[in-house]
């Protein structure tokens, strides 16, 4: 995988041994994919250190978000906590992965803070 400075979104679906991971660029096309294995955090925390700084990350909030948030943040990385229940797609390819206006992120603050995002 290939740390391209062209990636500006990064989309992530979290399993509870492992995550898969789609990031693309501008115009939406897929720059890389990657599957996280949990298992080993050293090596996750190493995959994670070559992402460009700054990127955000789309998770589901699943099993798993709350520690994969922490690792993402200490990483440099920007993560935003998307609700299953409003994905319309996969969380590898939802809406705001494709290329048109800049998503919008809202989130609710009780009982957790859920952010979805929209394109409109």
């Known amino acids: 995988m290939e740390t391209e400075t062209s990636v ?5 679906d979290i399993h509870r041994k492992f995550s898969k991971v789609a990031a693309r660029d ?3 096309k897929v720059a890389w994919r990657q599957r996280l294995e949990h298992a ?8 994670l250190d070559r992402w460009p700084k700054g990127t955000p990350v789309i998770l ?16 440099g990385l920007d993560p ?10 996969s969380i590898l390819n939802p809406l705001w992965l494709r290329p048109k206006a800049a998503p919008s992120i809202t ?4 009982p957790q803070a859920v952010c979805r995002i929209s394109n409109s």
């Open 26 to 28: 501008a115009d939406g």
């Open 107 to 110: 989130c609710s603050r009780f």
């Open 40 to 47: 080993e955090r050293t090596r996750l925390r190493e995959q």
């Open 80 to 89: 935003h906590l998307a609700s299953s229940s409003n994905s319309q797609s």
């Open 60 to 75: 589901e909030g699943t099993f798993g978000w709350g520690w994969m948030t922490d690792e993402l943040k200490t990483a």
């Open 8 to 12: 500006t979104r990064i989309g992530m």
